[in-house]
């Protein structure tokens, strides 16, 4: 048999080592159209803002070829400084763009729900909202692309 501790060390070193390669699976898939992928496996699902500032969400296979909305339903909160905005969204030139735009200012979170369909269970995905241009990657820093994507960094 092999001794206790011997076990404990075999769990820590496979733990660290699936802690590893999710760090380096989490680096940011650029989406097509510029903005932030927020799945990790397809149907992929964009999120842009659009420069009226209302959102756009696309769907995507794994070889990131567009993919027209079918049943899937999307609606989003924008959790602003001045207060919570609920968005509903309308198919247009095989996206789904906000019926209304997102709350003035940036630095906030935005909760996007997507349902595949009307009786599917809803997926969660939070946007941190910041709307300055990365310096790097040139992407709108909530769709940022570079190393350190998600974390705190400066450009």
Same mark, same amino acid.
Do not use: W
């Given at each position: 048999?092999?001794?206790? %501790?011997?076990?404990?060390?075999? !769990? ?20 097509? $159209?510029?903005? %932030? ?24 296979? $794994?070889?990131? $070829? ?11 909160? !924008? ?44 997926k969660n995905y939070r946007v941190?909202?910041h709307d300055e241009v990365c310096?790097?990657? $040139? ?13 705190k960094h400066d450009h």
């Amino acid at each position: 048999m092999y001794p206790m %501790k011997s076990i404990r060390h075999l !769990a820590l070193l496979v733990l660290a080592a699936v802690a590893t390669a999710t760090a380096f699976a989490a680096k940011p898939i650029p989406g097509p $159209k510029g903005g %932030k992928i927020v799945t990790t496996d397809s149907p992929h699902v964009e999120f842009l803002v659009a420069p009226d500032h209302t959102v756009v969400v696309s769907f995507y296979d $794994k070889d990131l $070829k567009p993919v027209a909305p079918g049943g899937q339903i999307v609606t989003a909160v !924008a959790e602003a400084k001045t207060g919570k905005a609920n968005l509903s969204f309308n198919a247009k030139d095989g996206s789904l763009v906000s019926t209304t735009p997102l709350p003035e200012g940036d630095g906030y979170r935005i909760v996007l729900q997507v349902r595949d369909n009307a009786g599917a269970k809803p997926k969660n995905y939070r946007v941190e909202f910041h709307d300055e241009v990365c310096g790097e990657c $040139k992407h709108a820093e909530y769709a940022c692309v570079c190393d350190e994507a998600g974390g705190k960094h400066d450009h």
